[in-house]
């Protein structure tokens, strides 16, 4: 089974974020009309997450409501039911373009000469090419996504 994609309602960026760093593709549509939220889900697999109760109702089956403003619980509510896990090279957190593995020659000066010493893994954005690492925050983010991963089980929908 193929693992779940989403379409995000413009209160979710922080789940959005969250969930393309775990490696889920997570479109982010802000200001859209319902209807346009609607169409997005046409002619694709994506499920609709939204803050929205009467959009998620009406998108049916693949709609699902975030009932919580806080960060922690709509993971939770989007574990429940899909069962998340690190799936890891993330997704870019700011366009959700895939990431691909880079040279470490090949970024040298590109970033701080201690970050580009301290790390021996880069990758980069195929679409907006915004280089990534796992930074000094990559233990406590790891953390949280097994947190996310253990707690609700792995079972798909
Ligand atoms: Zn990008």
Redesign the pocket.
Known sequence: MPEPSFVLDGMLGSLTRWLRMMGYDALYLRDLPDADMLRSLEGNERFLLTRDKQLAERAGERGLFISSIVLDEQLALVANEFGLRYLGPWR?T????ELSPVDKGSVKGEVQECTWRWNDEFWR??????LYWKGAHWDSIKKRMDLVSTAHGNSPR
């Open positions: 870019c700011e366009c959700n373009g954005c195929a679409r907006c090419q915004k």
